[in-house]
Each structure stands twice: as structure tokens, then as C-alpha cells.
């Protein structure tokens, strides 16, 4: 007799799994998965071994060498991202029909923009809250190159990037501008001479630039400096420049918590910085989804 195939019928249950499947992979352990999920270690240890039982292969490797998944999980898992894209354009598309708000909302949003003093986005998502409480919000908070690839590839409904270098392939819709400064921490050799120096003077010492791609004039600030260490993120730049060993740029509203504590100082203000638009991106193209568009309305 010919066996039967594991996966004939895809339940509910099975795309819970899958889900757990995929965020684990996401988190990059069971261990770092538990509070994302709301569930020990060893339960996510249970439901995937539920999962592999179900498939009929072994997804993932998982003991003192770490996690890393099989050829086998890596099939799975571009399948499963097809299957759950689906899965959600469906019920987007069922939303449509119904003018009903229910369903996911995936949003992106670049590091460290919660301590901006316009509220635009979390007003937004309190309105999208108080529109229908059948709207699950998953954030993530990454860099502005994660968050265009997960727009392209689906997983992302909507982000929240800067608009330095923008992509023929998304459209954008500006909410802030955000001005970043140079700056030097309180242990700082830079920092008793703050109103004494000079652009040739910042050569001499290290400084921090971001990993990601900048536009020109970002490039040209950067250049007066001498960046011999990069941070792929602003929280990065920042732990460096508390070091007291480096300088860099930071957005103004997130440097200053440190510099009311008069831990930070920015260098030549009026001279070294750089304003930066957000906005929120969307793939072109994308399937319509009701969700998306009130959020954007509120916005």
C-alpha cells in the first residue's frame, strides 16, 4: 500500500505549527523563541518535534553546537512562507469583501524611533486597536536593509524606513524628518572641547559609522571622520560612542536621554549633521489589504 502523505489535509493545528516553526527559526533558537511564543522551551521542544513527526523529516539541529536547520527545514520554510503569505492574502482579500478589519499586520520599523517626540505611529496603532480588536500586531525592529527585504519577499505588510536611497520597487509616504548630530560621550577626550574644535581635528580620533548603505551626503560627513568601526544599527553606534573611545551620529531625539544626563555632547552642531526622512514603504504592486490602508489613513 502506498503511504499516505503526512500532510494530505493542512488543519488548523498545522499552521500553528508552522507558524511556531517559522518564528523559531526567526528568534534563532527554542531558547530565544519562549517569550516571543508565550511558552517554555520545553513546549516549543514538543510542538516541533510534533511538526517533524507530522512532516515525516527532520527540520532543524538543535543541541551544543546550536541551532541550524537541514536541507530539509529549508524547503520547509520557504514553503511554509509561501503557504502562510497565502494563507493571509486570503483572509485580506475575505477582509475586503466584508470592509471587516481582522488578521495580521506585520510592520517593520527601523531601531530606536520610539523616543521621537511625534507620536504619529503610536497613535496609529492605538487607533488601529481601537478600530477592531481582531487585528494582531506583530513589530519588528531591525535595520532599514531588513526591512526592504522582507516587504519584497512578503513577510512584511508595511515599514517604517528612512527615505535616504529609495527603491524603484516600493512606495513611500513621508512622516518625519529627523535631524542627527555628531557626537562624543562624557569620557571622551572631545568632550571638554566641544566648543574649541575644528572639522580637521576629528581625523585624530575613532569614530563609528553605520553598516548600512548611506546616501552622499551622509557618505561626505563620514568621510571627515576616521571610521575604523561600523555598527549595523543606531543602538550599535551608540553603545560604541558610550565607550568613550569613539564618536558618531545619532538622531538628536535618541541621543537625548544621555545628553540631559550629561553623559553625550554633540560635536559642532550647526555645522556637523544631517536630516533624514521617514516613511512608511509598502511593496508596489501588493495585494490590497484593508488593514494596511486604515492604518495608513490614520497615519
Known amino acids: 500500500m502506498k503511504p499516505k502523505n503526512p500532510l494530505s489535509q493542512v488543519s488548523d493545528y498545522d499552521l500553528r505549527l508552522l507558524r511556531l516553526f517559522k518564528t523559531v527559526v526567526e528568534c534563532g533558537s527554542f ?32 543541541g551544543r553546537a546550536g541551532f541550524a536547520l537541514t536541507d530539509e527545514g529549508r524547503e520547509v520554510l520557504r514553503a511554509c512562507e509561501v503557504l502562510l503569505t497565502a494563507v493571509e492574502n486570503f483572509r485580506s482579500d475575505v477582509n475586503q469583501i466584508n470592509r471587516q478589519l481582522r488578521g495580521e499586520l506585520n510592520i517593520g520599523i527601523v531601531n530606536n524611533l520610539v523616543t521621537l517626540p511625534h507620536m504619529h505611529i503610536t497613535n496609529a496603532l492605538k487607533k488601529l486597536r481601537e478600530q477592531s480588536d481582531e487585528v494582531r500586531i506583530n513589530i519588528s525592529m ?64 575613532d569614530a563609528v559609522a553605520p553598516s548600512d548603505r548611506m546616501n552622499s551626503d551622509v557618505i561626505n560627513l563620514h568621510q571627515l571622520l576616521n571610521c575604523n568601526a561600523t555598527a549595523s544599527d543606531r543602538e550599535g553606534i551608540a553603545f560604541m560612542i558610550l565607550t568613550g573611545s569613539y564618536i558618531g551620529f545619532l538622531p538628536d531625539h535618541y541621543a537625548a536621554n544621555w545628553v540631559d544626563k550629561n553623559q553625550m555632547k554633540a560635536l559642532m552642531p550647526e555645522q556637523l549633521f544631517f536630516e533624514s526622512r521617514l516613511a512608511t514603504a509598502t511593496r508596489k504592486g501588493q495585494r490590497t489589504n484593508l488593514i494596511v490602508e486604515t492604518l495608513q489613513r490614520f497615519l
Open 142 to 205: 531591525s535595520t532599514p536593509g531588513e526591512i526592504e527585504r522582507r516587504l519584497f519577499d512578503g513577510r512584511l505588510h508595511i515599514g517604517v524606513i528612512p527615505l535616504d536611497l529609495p527603491l524603484s520597487g516600493l512606495e513611500y509616504n513621508v512622516l518625519y524628518t529627523e535631524r542627527s548630530s555628531l557626537y562624543c560621550s562624557h569620557e571622551h577626550y572631545f568632550f571638554g572641547l566641544a566648543e574649541d574644535l575644528d572639522v580637521a581635528q576629528l581625523k585624530s580620533v
Open 31 to 62: 531558547s530565544a523563541a519562549e517569550s516571543v511564543l508565550g511558552i517554555t522551551r520545553s513546549a516549543v521542544s514538543l510542538q516541533m518535534a510534533d511538526l517533524e513527526k507530522r512532516l515525516g523529516m527532520r527540520l532543524c539541529q538543535r
